[in-house]
């Protein structure tokens, strides 16, 4: 017997292959977007226990990014606090206009652990003083109308300690000369004060830069004696 192309066999058997992606199609339907019990779920208000968290395959940021420190810029800020000279050609001006506070800090805790030495409690009270000397400093400029934020003035005080960190190790080699000693606290504060009076004490102070240059220049004097214990 000759088969029938069109014999309810064949037919039976090509519906067969052709309804074999139909049934993938609806099985895919079944985990898409609006299958049965998704949509009785999200009628009833309880669409929320569906929800699939799609961030998981994302990678993490780095710690530091997270952080928000960039280590480049810190040690640029530390390099222009330390060579104030203007004929270097440093962009002094990002430490007052681009303010972070991780480096600051840093600075901070580096001069008050130098500092621990005989004198532990001495550190807690120089992280007060970094805080509101910063925020006397700050008052301070806003009232002789200077337009400085107070994390511009907190980074800038802190970043110049760094000047009194370095002078600190020569003050203990030439501890026992009074007078050369004497030289190179002077020194350190001008230095310090020095840095960061010319980042703070803008033109738009004119004749009232002294009254702002004499608080730094004593906030730094104050931050010295806490170091040498006077």
């Not at 099985?27 to 998704?38: K, V």
């Not at 501890?175 to 004490?201: D, I, N």
Request: net charge negative; with cysteine; glycine share 8%.
């Amino acid at each position: 017997q000759t088969n029938n192309p069109h014999s309810p066999e064949i037919i039976n058997n090509l519906s067969g292959t052709i309804s074999a992606p139909d049934v993938k199609l609806n099985m895919a339907s079944e985990g898409g977007r609006d299958p049965y019990a998704t949509t009785f779920l999200r009628q009833r208000g309880y669409g929320w226990l569906l929800e699939v968290e799609e961030d998981d395959n994302e990678e993490s940021k780095p710690l530091l990014e997270e952080l928000d420190i960039d280590l480049k810029d810190i040690y640029y800020k530390v390099r222009c606090v330390l060579m104030p000279m203007p004929s270097l050609g440093y962009n002094r001006q990002v430490v007052r206009d681009n303010p972070d506070f991780w480096g600051p800090l840093a600075v901070v805790l580096l001069f008050s652990m130098i500092s621990i030495y005989g004198q532990f409690r001495v550190v807690s009270w120089i992280i007060t003083i970094w805080i509101f000397g910063s925020l006397t400093i700050f008052l301070l400029a806003r009232v002789l109308g200077g337009e400085v934020s107070y994390g511009q003035v907190l980074g800038v005080i802190g970043y110049s300690l760094l000047p009194l960190i370095v002078i600190t190790p020569l003050l203990l080699v030439i501890g026992g000369f009074e007078v050369v000693s004497t030289l190179a606290k002077l020194f350190g504060v001008f230095w310090a004060a020095y840095s960061a009076a010319s980042l703070l004490v803008g033109d738009e102070f004119k004749t009232k830069k002294p009254l702002l240059i004499y608080p730094i220049f004593l906030l730094y004097i104050y931050f010295l004696s806490l170091y040498t214990g006077v």
